[in-house]
């Protein structure tokens, strides 16, 4: 599974947690890292765990490779690397200090809103 697909399925599944706020870039061109960033956040602590833990097991019954899952047991930030997509779940909190959205401000946003309808 590559590309839109997986960006597709790991949305679903933030969604499906009730991820809030959530922004696919395509880095495409101007990273290397991955092609596509997905971004969101969760309310609480419990719920940022609930969101990584969906996506990562979605994306594991489709036989794809979750190649890195860090800052589970803290839940602040956490990054799981599914390798063409990178997904950032954030704690409300942590999501406005870094701000990925403009850091990454070069990149340009894939719209999610058939997906996720």
Same mark, same amino acid.
């Given at each position: 599974?590559?590309?839109?697909?997986?960006?597709?399925?790991?949305?679903?599944?933030?969604?499906?947690?009730?991820?809030?706020? *959530?922004?696919?870039? $395509?880095?495409?061109?101007?990273? /290397? +890292?991955?092609?596509?960033?997905? #971004?969101? @956040?969760?309310?609480?602590?419990?719920?940022?765990?609930?969101?990584?833990?969906?996506?990562?097991?979605?994306?594991?019954?489709?036989?794809?490779?979750?190649?890195? *899952?860090?800052?589970? $047991?803290?839940?602040?930030?956490? /990054? +799981?690397?599914?390798?063409?997509? #990178?997904? @950032?779940?954030?704690?409300?909190?942590?999501?406005?200090?870094?701000?990925?959205?403009?850091?990454?401000?070069?990149?340009?946003?894939?719209?999610?809103?058939?997906? *996720?309808?």
């Amino acid at each position: 599974m590559q590309g839109n697909a997986l960006l597709e399925l790991a949305a679903k599944a933030a969604d499906e947690k009730k991820a809030e706020q *959530l922004v696919a870039l $395509d880095m495409r061109g101007i990273s /290397l +890292i991955a092609d596509y960033f997905l #971004i969101g @956040h969760g309310n609480s602590h419990k719920q940022v765990q609930s969101i990584a833990r969906e996506i990562k097991n979605k994306a594991q019954e489709e036989g794809q490779d979750v190649k890195r *899952l860090e800052g589970f $047991d803290e839940a602040k930030w956490v /990054l +799981i690397d599914l390798g063409d997509i #990178i997904v @950032h779940i954030f704690h409300k909190d942590e999501r406005h200090y870094y701000n990925l959205e403009k850091l990454w401000g070069d990149a340009s946003q894939v719209e999610l809103e058939a997906v *996720l309808s």
